[in-house]
């Protein structure tokens, strides 16, 4: 019922950024928050970066200070905008949205963010 485009995945080398774009459609009046999440090959996927409809924002501990989360609510869309990037940063980075309600969750395809050393 909620679809999750993402898109601004790229390679790019350390220090540089890129910005991710995540457009929902479809049901989007049932999503309360939304978060990206990332996986690296070998690794678990981890949460990165959360922000509600009000704009509350968290951050995992090893992207604080280097990544910002946003959303354009009227555009159903939210934005990773990521700096200082490091060859750690490197995985497939995907768009997650919460409902109140069955389904909670809804994900996005991935995009792929390589950052060479």
């Known amino acids: 019922q909620v679809q999750l485009v993402e898109s601004g995945g790229g390679l790019v080398q350390a220090g540089g950024s890129l910005r991710l774009s995540c457009q929902a459609s479809?049901?989007?009046?049932?999503?309360?928050?939304m978060a990206w999440y990332r996986q690296a090959p070998g690794n678990q996927r981890e949460l990165v970066a959360t922000?509600?409809?009000?704009?509350?924002?968290n951050y995992v501990d090893s992207v604080k200070g280097r990544f910002t989360i946003s959303r354009d609510n009227a555009k159903n869309t939210v934005y990773l905008q990521m700096n200082s990037l490091k060859p750690e940063d490197t995985a497939v980075y995907y768009c997650?949205?919460?409902?109140?309600?069955?389904?909670?969750?809804?994900w996005g395809q991935g995009t792929q963010v390589t950052v060479s050393s």
């Open positions: 997650n949205a919460v409902a109140v309600r069955s389904p909670y969750e809804y």
């Open positions: 479809g049901s989007t009046f049932r999503i309360n928050a």
């Open positions: 922000i509600t409809r009000g704009g509350s924002t």
